[in-house]
């Protein structure tokens, strides 16, 4: 039984005053029996995980480079979200891939950077509308999977995000049906590749649209163990009925 997670991607919204979601987060679900997680901008990740150290509410980065250190411009080692206090990281997100070039070979070393820097790799997958028309989301997620995973994930350090990129920011939700099909499809390869004890417990979030008002019944579809939510993690108010949603899904 893979354990149960609520993410939130904050991705480039939110600055100091947005602490106080966190806050507010934090003192609504005192004692979760999920996981919570919220990934603020690079710049709120310090910040963010002083004020949230004896909560409930873990803190993330939403990228790092594959190197320690090194002449690299703009970006973030894996051992630096670490040391300002993130236990995981997003990457592989549709938006780095497509806004950045990431390769899923990239997203491979980066990964490994990740699990060198004790932190959970919360690896996102998803086929984009014309791929899902054309009758290829299953291989495009397939092969996603096969190239961006390294060897060593476990999972207890590795998490999958289904996002279709259709879904993202858009209102659009896949039916039940669809989010069934690909979750057991992930399952399956997770279990084929990493075997029964890992793959089968590596917790599958679904992304894409995420709301209150949806939660329930796409907590209710086999294989879902939570979500990576982006425009309804930004408040407390409305990431909250999503954690309690994920609390009370069996
Ligand atoms: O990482 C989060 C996803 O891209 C979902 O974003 P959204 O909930 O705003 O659709």
């Known amino acids: ?10 991705k480039m919204n939110g600055t100091r005053g947005a602490l106080q979601e966190l806050s507010a987060l934090a003192q609504a679900h005192p004692d979760p029996s999920v996981d ?23 803190i ?79 291989d495009i997620i397939g092969g996603q999977l096969a190239t961006s995973l390294p060897d060593a994930c476990t999972a207890a350090n590795t998490v999958i995000a289904y996002e279709p990129i259709w879904a993202i920011g858009t209102g659009k939700v896949p039916t039940t049906e ?12 997770m279990i084929r590749r990493f075997g029964e004890a890992e793959g089968g417990a590596m917790p599958l979030l679904y992304g894409g649209s995420v709301k209150p008002d949806n939660a329930a019944e796409i907590f209710a579809t086999d294989n879902v163990d939570g979500a990576l939510v982006g425009g309804a993690s930004l408040k407390a108010a409305d990431f909250s009925p999503i954690i309690k949603a994920l609390e009370q899904s069996t």
């Open 1 to 10: 039984m893979a354990r149960k997670l609520a993410a939130g991607n904050w």
């Open 36 to 58: 919570i997680l919220i990934c603020p901008p690079a710049t709120l990740i310090h910040p963010a995980a002083a004020l949230m150290a004896d909560s409930s509410v873990q």
């Open 60 to 138: 993330g980065g939403q990228d790092c480079h594959a190197q320690v250190s090194g002449a690299h411009t703009g970006d973030i080692s894996a051992e630096m979200l670490a040391d300002a206090g993130a236990s995981s990281v997003i990457l592989g997100h549709s938006e780095r891939r497509e806004d950045h070039g990431e390769s899923s070979d990239a997203v491979n070393a980066k990964i490994r950077a990740a699990h060198a820097a004790g932190l959970v790799a919360i690896v996102c997958v998803g086929e984009s509308l014309s791929q899902r028309d054309a009758a290829n989301t299953l």
């Open 178 to 189: 669809q989010i069934d099909e690909v979750h057991d499809f992930i399952r399956t390869h």
